[in-house]
């Protein structure tokens, strides 16, 4: 019998939603990550979305990733 050979392997996930708490309202939103728009190619440089609550515009800083 061949013996298996292991190897190190990549997960890729892409998220299905960002939340956050918005400046303007207070309230927590919920954007589908579809909706965010990137300042560049690399979601880590930055984006801003609108604000599923008061429809205000949102820069985007800083993140945790869960």
């Keep these: 019998m061949t ?3 292991s190897c190190r392997y990549i997960i890729i996930s892409k ?3 960002i939340a956050f708490i918005c400046p303007h ?3 927590t939103a ?3 990550f579809e909706n965010v ?3 560049t190619d690399f ?3 930055g984006a801003y979305v609108d604000c599923s609550e008061c429809g ?3 820069e985007l800083g ?3 990733y869960y």
Excluded: A, H, Q, S
């Design 15 to 17: 998220p299905n939603y």
């Design 25 to 27: 309202c207070g309230k």
């Design 30 to 32: 919920k954007i589908n």
């Design 43 to 45: 979601w880590e440089d």
């Design 62 to 64: 800083d993140y945790e």
């Design 37 to 39: 728009i990137y300042k």
């Design 3 to 5: 013996k298996l050979k």
């Design 56 to 58: 205000k515009n949102v």
